[in-house]
């Protein structure tokens, strides 16, 4: 536990040294905020409500998600790790008298943290400037938002950790990694809540571990899950959590049986 | 010229070869590409599920200012946007042996790393374009035709000129790049969209700032003959292939700029 902590805490570090660049993503975060947030009102001026959101719930949902896109990792469906398993250095990290997956989460939970902080924030002030936007006085309500963006931390993880690890068998992430991508940017809510999907396509997608990502943390954001609505879905949050977490602990333990060091 | 499009031509198809060797994932990426764009296009879709329109524009009619906004984004990601890869270069100092080569370092930056796997969204984007152009109710006269033909012509070279222009200001913020993403693939998200859509601040930065709005808006106003809601004087239809020749001569300028600006890390 001391040893998670403590990566998770330098990794915390290390990103925040990235000055500039945590800027430029924060200012590309705003500018696409403020395009969705113009398509998606052009919407609301063709009708009132689509599902349970109105105009504001839309451009609120809009900028929370792109505070929460790189914290999510959406847009790198692969770990670092990916390119360590390429070059081989993989080995390193598994003759590490620590668990590699625990390793990678903790240094991944740290880089999240850190995200949670400026990149996170910054985009919301700014359309709140110049937007009405709907954000909760209840600190209940950030409180339940904050336990299901840890969530959907730790799903996330679990997700690239999977994708990462098909590495030891192609040898090349990329097409994974983009195919891993799309889907999640798509079925999270991040590219359009999903909420303006069809009925089936709402309903399937609220199977997928994705709305994890962004749909659910910032429906309970809203308020639009109550008593039972809520339970469920942090429920299946944790659900999809531990199931990832368990099926890269055994897909991990399949790989290394794979893993040939060269020379030597 | 001549000779440099034919270095042009064998190294980017050294490139390919090199990409064949790996024909799974080459494959397999230039499919992905494809498959990333389709749900690109299911987005609008989703939309168009629950609105008829969009302030006066119809489905078919944004299909159509996708389509020509991906084909000319797609055109000139594959042939110009590898000049992104300038700051990375820089940073790991391997850009100076473009530099000592007899040959410009735009023409070898982009036959480096060639990749032809971007065509995969090429694909999609002239998929769906060829659907909109018959699924729009326009009588096609020679005249719609020409400005049509001008309005891909214009925005390929336009978008080719804003990668060249982030790319070549990154010089001065390597580690900032990512700022630059804002305007290449911002102004080609935007331009998916009538720019009626968008509020004054926005419309503005993408007429005059980013002139991304001529790439597709404004040829397509006339095009589809739809009035500008927006009161725009009505030359601005026609204005794309001035706007891409200044586009044109600017990105050079500032790549020359940038070029003589650079100072090796010289370890």
């Known amino acids: 536990m001391r040893l998670f902590w403590e990566v998770a805490r330098r990794a915390f570090r290390r990103f925040s040294t990235y000055r500039s660049a945590t800027f430029a993503g924060v200012f590309t975060n705003t500018v696409f905020g403020f395009i969705q947030a113009a398509i998606l009102t052009a919407v609301f001026r063709q009708r009132a409500t689509v599902g349970s959101f109105d105009v504001r719930d839309a451009v609120t949902f809009v900028f929370v998600s792109q505070g929460f896109l790189v914290v999510m990792g959406a847009f790198s469906g692969h770990l670092t790790l990916a390119e360590r398993i390429v070059s081989g250095d993989v080995v390193t990290d598994l003759y590490r008298p620590v668990d590699l997956q625990l390793f990678e989460l903790a240094s991944d939970v740290g880089r999240a943290g850190f995200q949670c902080t400026v990149r996170a924030v910054v985009p919301l002030l700014c359309g709140g400037l110049a937007f009405d936007l709907r954000l909760p006085s209840a600190p209940r309500l950030w409180l339940l938002f904050a336990v299901s963006v840890a969530l959907g931390i730790v799903t996330s993880f679990g997700h690239r950790f999977l994708v990462t690890l098909t590495t030891f068998w192609t040898l090349d992430y990329r097409a994974a990694s983009q195919m891993a991508t799309v889907v999640a940017m798509f079925f999270s809510g991040f590219a359009i809540p999903i909420v303006f999907f069809p009925d089936w396509l709402e309903r399937f997608s609220r199977l997928l571990p994705y709305v994890g990502f962004a749909q659910i943390p910032i429906e309970i954001l809203l308020g639009k899950l109550h008593g039972l609505d809520l339970v469920a879905a942090l429920a299946s949050q944790v659900a999809w959590a531990v199931v990832l977490l368990v099926l890269g602990r055994w897909v991990l333990a399949r790989a290394t049986h794979r893993v040939v060091v060269q020379g030597g | ?267």
């Open chain 2, 1 to 267: 010229m001549v000779e440099t499009l034919g270095i042009y031509r064998r190294l980017a198809f050294a490139r390919v070869r090199a990409d064949w060797q790996y024909r799974g994932p080459f494959i397999g990426y230039t499919i992905t590409q494809g498959l990333i764009s389709v749900l690109d296009f299911v987005q609008i879709a989703v939309i168009f599920g629950r609105v008829s329109s969009l302030q006066g524009w119809s489905v078919a009619e944004v299909a159509f200012l996708y389509g020509t906004s991906s084909v000319a984004f797609h055109i000139g990601d594959v042939f110009v946007s590898e000049v992104e890869f300038a700051p990375k270069r820089i940073r790991l100092g391997t850009f100076d042996s473009l530099l000592v080569r007899p040959m410009g370092a735009m023409v070898q930056l982009c036959a480096d790393e060639f990749a032809f796997r971007r065509a995969g969204k090429l694909v999609q984007a002239v998929a769906i374009l060829v659907w909109a152009m018959a699924a729009v109710s326009v009588a096609w006269t020679p005249a719609r035709v020409g400005v049509f033909v001008m309005m891909l012509v214009a925005g390929t070279a336009i978008f080719g000129s804003i990668w060249v222009i982030t790319s070549s200001l990154t010089f001065w913020m390597i580690e900032a790049g990512e700022v630059m993403n804002s305007f290449t693939y911002g102004s080609a998200f935007a331009t998916e969209y009538p720019m009626v859509v968008f509020g004054r601040w926005l419309r503005r930065l993408f007429t005059f700032v980013v002139p991304a709005a001529f790439v597709n808006y404004y040829p397509a106003l006339f095009v589809l003959g739809k009035s500008d809601r927006l009161g725009g004087p009505s030359w601005r239809r026609f204005a794309s292939p001035f706007v891409a020749v200044v586009m044109v001569l600017l990105a050079s300028f500032v790549w020359r700029l940038a070029l003589r600006h650079y100072r090796s890390t010289g370890s």
